[in-house]
Structure formats: structure tokens, C-alpha cells
């Protein structure tokens, strides 16, 4: 596996791969924005805004491949319209196929983040992400600070509000 961040030029070669691994992590109940029925159609729609987003730099995206193609991504989202706000970032729609999972993807693409961010200047990173889901044991474990819990903050796929948690990092 191997992570690579993605620019605006680059996105015909992904955005099927994105499109597959978005609609499988809406299919198995992540809360990722989108409501079921969610299919490919949506999903190459939804990218193809997130292209304009790389490519005025306020969105930095990164891939994950294995010989099968895309396989995760990850996007840090840059604060540039307020000036007291350039040091932080939010980490957002990061995700792993529900077939690759447990095989260190999901870290590999969370590190990477962290490790471009001091580059972008930022030191400050935040996400959320659905209570009780696995993933925030990744970020615990990635040294990430819970912040809180908010109920009912957001959709699953199937239309239920559930509640979210919130972390955030500082780097050094």
C-alpha cells in the first residue's frame, strides 16, 4: 500500500476509485454526508466538486493504492479565508473500503496528514466523527483529544440521527 496526495490534474486516474470506496463506506453505514440510495452516479458527482476545491489549494486530498487500485483517501480542509484561522485544518472524509480495513490503511492515510500539515502551517488538526465508531479508536490511539459529544449532530445513510464526537490534535 502507498499513500500519494492527489492534485487537481490527477483526478481523472481517481475519481472511479473514489467513487467506489465513497459509496462503499455510505453502503456500510458511515456518516459521511450522503443518504441511502447513494451510487456511483452521486458519488462521481460529489468528487467531481471536491476537484475545483484541490485545485484552488483550500482542500489538500490524499489516495491510498494497492495493486488493486484506491483503496482510502483522506482530505485536510485549510482554513485560508480568515487570517487567525491558517494554523488549523479540518480532516475530512477519510475513509477505507470495508475489504481493506485492519490492514493499517486507515493510519497510513491519518499519518500522512499529520506529517504534511507543519508544511501547509498548520499545527492545529479537528475532526469529527460518529460516536462508538471504530474509527475513534484509531484516533485515540493516533494521540488525538477527545473535545466532546454532540447528539444528534448528523445523519447515518439510512437517516438517523446520531451523535458525534470531536477530536483534535496540536503538532508539534
Do not use: C
Not at 38 to 47: D, I, K, M, N, Q
Request: charged share 20%; hydrophobic share 50%.
Amino acid at each position: 500500500m502507498k499513500v500519494v496526495r492527489v492534485v487537481a490534474g490527477e483526478f481523472g486516474a481517481v475519481v472511479d476509485g473514489l467513487a467506489e470506496v465513497l459509496v462503499d463506506s455510505v453502503a456500510g453505514g458511515a456518516s459521511m454526508g450522503f443518504l441511502l440510495p447513494f451510487g456511483l452516479v452521486e458519488a462521481r458527482t460529489w468528487w467531481s466538486r471536491v476537484e475545483p476545491e484541490v485545485a484552488a489549494g483550500r482542500t489538500v486530498l490524499w489516495v491510498a493504492w494497492e495493486s488493486s487500485g484506491v483503496v482510502g483517501t483522506i482530505q485536510l480542509k485549510l482554513e485560508l479565508e480568515y487570517p487567525n484561522g491558517r494554523h488549523r485544518a479540518e480532516v475530512a472524509k477519510f475513509m477505507v473500503a470495508s475489504w481493506a480495513r485492519g490492514r493499517g490503511i486507515g493510519r497510513g492515510l491519518l499519518g500522512a496528514v499529520e506529517a504534511a500539515a507543519p508544511g501547509l502551517g498548520v499545527s492545529l488538526l479537528v475532526l469529527d466523527t460518529e460516536t462508538d465508531s471504530p474509527a475513534e479508536g484509531l484516533y485515540r490511539s493516533a494521540g488525538w483529544t477527545e473535545l466532546g459529544v454532540m447528539p444528534a449532530h448528523s445523519a447515518d445513510p439510512s437517516g438517523v440521527l446520531r451523535p458525534t464526537t470531536f477530536f483534535f490534535k496540536q503538532l508539534a
